[in-house]
C-alpha cells in the first residue's frame, strides 16, 4: 500500500502541546472505547493485576477504567495539562515528582498508587526506568506518532513487552492522499512489518 504524502509529515510537540492548549482535542472520546470492551478479554488473557502500559495516553479514559478494575496504568504523554485533566476529570489525587533519568521530565502518581503518568516524549523512556508490561492499549499511539519514526517507536514497545503480554492496537483505514493526518493511516503490512 501507499502511504503517500504522509511519509514526510512531521507533527512537532510544540504542536501537540498547542492543540491542547486550544483545546484541539478532537481525538480524546468521554466514553470509553468500544474496541477496549469488546477485546477485555484478549487483554487480559484471564489474568488479574495486570501492568498496563498507555503510550501517548492523553487524557484517556480508559485509564481510570482498567485501574478500576485493579490494574497498574503507566502512561507517557508530552502535555502536562492532558495529565492535570485526567486526574481532575476523575475526582483523582495525585502527586507530582521529577523523573531523575530524564532531564525535565515528571512523574504525576495517583495517591492510591496505581496510575502513573509520565510526561516527557516516549522516547525518553525505557524498561530500566518503567519496567516492563504485561498489557498494552495502543489507541491514537502507533497512528499518532510521526511515520518516519515509527520503527523506533515499535522496536521500544517491544522492549517494553513482557514475554506473555498482549497488545492491542488500533488502526485507522482511509485514503491517505486525501487527509494529511494524524491519525496517519499505518497499513496492515507496515504492523506486520514492524511488529513481526
Ligand atoms: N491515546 C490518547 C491520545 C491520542 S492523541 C487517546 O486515545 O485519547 C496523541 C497524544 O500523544 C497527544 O495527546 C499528544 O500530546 C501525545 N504525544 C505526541 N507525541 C508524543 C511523544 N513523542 N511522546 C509522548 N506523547 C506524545
Known amino acids: 500500500s501507499d502511504i503517500g504524502s504522509q511519509k514526510e509529515r512531521v507533527v512537532t510537540e510544540e504542536e501537540w502541546l498547542q492543540k491542547w492548549e486550544m483545546g484541539n482535542i478532537g481525538f480524546h472520546k468521554e466514553q470509553g472505547h468500544p474496541l477496549l470492551q469488546k477485546y477485555l478479554d484478549v487483554l487480559l488473557n484471564?489474568?488479574?493485576?495486570?501492568?498496563?502500559?498507555?503510550?501517548?495516553?492523553?487524557?484517556?479514559?480508559?485509564?481510570?477504567?482498567?485501574?478500576?478494575?485493579?490494574?497498574?496504568?503507566?502512561?507517557?504523554?508530552?502535555?502536562?495539562?492532558?495529565?492535570?485533566?485526567?486526574?481532575?476529570?476523575?475526582?483523582?489525587?495525585?502527586?507530582?515528582?521529577?523523573?531523575?533519568?530524564?532531564?525535565?521530565?515528571?512523574?504525576?502518581?495517583?495517591?492510591?498508587?496505581?496510575?502513573?503518568?509520565?510526561?516527557?516524549?516516549?522516547?525518553?523512556?525505557?524498561?530500566?526506568?518503567?519496567?516492563?508490561?504485561?498489557?498494552?492499549?495502543?489507541?491514537?499511539?502507533?497512528?499518532?506518532?510521526?511515520?518516519?519514526?515509527?520503527?523506533?517507536?515499535?522496536?521500544?514497545?517491544?522492549?517494553?513487552?513482557e514475554k506473555n503480554s498482549s497488545y492491542l492496537l488500533v488502526t485507522v483505514s482511509y485514503d491517505p492522499n486525501k487527509h494529511k493526518g494524524p491519525p496517519f493511516y499505518v497499513p496492515e503490512s507496515e504492523v506486520k512489518s514492524l511488529f513481526g
Open 46 to 161: 484471564g489474568r488479574s493485576g495486570l501492568r498496563i502500559f498507555f503510550p501517548l495516553c492523553g487524557k484517556a479514559v480508559e485509564m481510570k477504567w482498567l485501574a478500576d478494575m485493579g490494574h497498574n496504568i503507566v502512561g507517557v504523554e508530552v502535555s502536562e495539562q492532558a495529565l492535570k485533566e485526567f486526574f481532575s476529570e476523575h475526582s483523582l489525587p495525585y502527586c507530582e515528582e521529577p523523573v531523575p533519568e530524564i532531564s525535565g521530565g515528571k512523574m504525576f502518581q495517583s495517591t492510591s498508587g496505581n496510575i502513573s503518568l509520565y510526561c516527557c516524549s516516549i522516547y525518553d523512556l525505557s524498561s530500566s526506568i518503567i519496567g516492563k508490561f504485561d498489557g498494552v492499549w495502543d489507541r491514537g499511539a502507533l497512528v499518532a506518532v510521526n511515520p518516519r519514526d515509527r520503527q523506533r517507536y515499535a522496536s521500544l514497545m517491544i522492549n517494553l513487552m
